[in-house]
C-alpha cells in the first residue's frame, strides 16, 4: 500500500499491486486493474518510486529502479 494525495489535499491510500498504468496529462492518473481511475497529485516518477519502496519492504529483492 502506498499513500497518495487527491487533488482536495485528501490523503489516500492505494493497494500498488492493483496499479495497471500511470499517466500524466497534465494531472496524474492512476488506472487500476479493476477499471477504476484516480487523479493525484503526485507525478509519475514519484509513485513509481514508492511502489518501489513498498515492494522492497514486503521482500521483492529484484525489483529495479530505471
Known amino acids: 500500500m502506498i499513500k497518495l494525495t487527491r487533488l482536495n489535499k485528501s490523503e489516500i491510500v492505494v493497494n500498488a499491486e492493483l496499479i ?8 496524474t492518473v492512476i488506472t487500476l486493474t479493476t477499471g477504476n481511475k484516480i487523479v493525484v497529485l503526485e507525478n509519475t516518477s514519484d509513485i513509481i518510486e514508492r511502489v518501489i519502496v513498498y515492494k522492497r519492504q514486503l521482500g521483492q529483492p529484484n525489483v529495479k529502479e530505471d
Not at 495497471?20 to 494531472?27: A, M
Open 20 to 27: 495497471q498504468y500511470l499517466e500524466e496529462t497534465p494531472d
